[in-house]
């Protein structure tokens, strides 16, 4: 399923919770792809506490507590790490990350914790959900088969990659324009893990992390050309570095993005790459005029602008991202009406 649903699914689980009906959920996916980043990402939406998890690191007395003598009896000592209503709050999230390459004694020790909310006398607070995320045994992870009785305790969801969600997240936090513009020309490279490679010594590779990666190296040696390949390479793998590298070469020849924005004649690139690169760049111009006085006349510009690149599917794109950083201000705009008038006649008839 693809981030942006998933969000969804998780929140409506999460609100499930003080509802009883709360169901623990278990992602699943190759590294990278964000699995940790949507639970992160919903305890943020929420306000509440994440309390993090990785029985990967545990033993199972860890998990159980250690036992303590109280006169003729033994009772157990919780983890401190486990929630607590007055320590963390009556309302949180349950993340049990990497759960897959836990021993199988330390899943086992879970079993209780998952399906019915209790470890011995501890008790998860009831406004508490528990998800869990893991790698599957074919990605060269280190992982152990999950025992059926544990996967019989989660409802299952694969995490898949979707350009449009991450240009979406990417917008939101900042990530460098000139990524995504390479990412919408070269949209297999958003997620290319093969672990054949990394058995051949390649461990770089691209993943929707590895791209937030390359984003802090393009900040870090954006003016020093000579370090700039290598360092995407690190991120993102040899291959795909090259041609970033290749691709941030040719934006010198980027048209006047000052013109378009002012509603000055501006050339318009014939070449393909540069057209998804000046899409991505009057996106990230678009999203920084947000709020200021000048914000829709800068649409309005951009909008008539993107009916002009020769390949309409790039217009159309450009258009889509503006809305999704955009939201329904853009449709206020004149010139958004304009365009859709004439994207339609183009997407019915042409």
């Known amino acids: ?26 992602l699943w996916g190759p590294p990278g792809v964000g699995k940790s980043g949507l639970v992160a990402q919903l305890a943020q939406r929420h306000g509440v506490p994440l309390v993090d998890v990785r029985l990967s690191q545990m033993e199972p007395s860890d998990l159980r507590g250690i036992p303590f003598r109280v006169g003729d009896l033994v009772q157990w000592a919780t983890p401190a790490l486990l929630p607590d209503a007055q320590r963390h709050g009556p309302r949180g999230v349950l993340f049990l990350d990497e759960i897959t390459s836990a021993a199988p004694a330390v899943s086992a020790a879970a079993y209780q914790l998952i ?24 990605d060269r992870g280190v992982t152990y088969a999950m025992p059926a009785p544990l996967a019989n305790r989660f409802a299952h969801f694969e995490v898949e990659v979707d350009l449009d969600d991450w240009v979406q997240w990417a917008w939101a936090h900042g990530v460098d324009e000139r990524l995504i513009g390479f990412l919408r020309f070269k949209p297999e490279l958003l997620f290319d893990f093969d672990p054949a490679r990394t058995l ?23 003016d020093q050309p000579a370090l700039l390949p290598g360092a995407l390479a690190g991120c993102v793998g040899a291959a795909a570095g090259v041609e970033c590298a290749a691709y941030l070469a040719t ?15 501006a050339d318009v690139p014939g070449e393909i790459d540069l057209q998804y690169a000046v899409a991505a760049a009057l996106a990230g111009r678009a999203l920084r005029a947000r709020g200021t006085p000048e914000a829709a006349r800068t649409w309005g510009h951009i909008l008539d602008y993107a009916e002009r690149l020769p390949t309409r599917e790039i217009g159309v794109m450009l258009v889509a991202d503006l809305h999704r950083s955009l939201g329904t201000p853009l449709f206020a705009v004149p010139a958004f009406k304009r365009w859709a008038e ?5 997407l019915l008839y042409d």
């Open 1 to 26: 399923m693809r981030p942006a649903l998933l969000a969804r699914v998780l929140d409506r689980e999460f609100v499930a919770t003080a509802e009883g009906r709360h169901t623990p959920l278990m």
């Open 251 to 265: 934006l010198e020849r980027l048209p006047d993005l000052d013109a378009v924005v002012e509603g000055r004649d």
């Open 200 to 222: 051949a010594g390649e461990m770089a590779f691209p993943s929707p992390r590895s791209w937030e990666f390359a984003h802090r190296a393009l900040a870090k040696f954006g």
């Open 342 to 346: 004439r994207a339609a006649e183009v």
């Open 115 to 138: 399906l019915d909310r209790r470890l011995g006398e501890y008790t998860l607070p009831a406004g508490w959900a528990i998800f869990a995320a893991g790698n599957r045994q074919g």
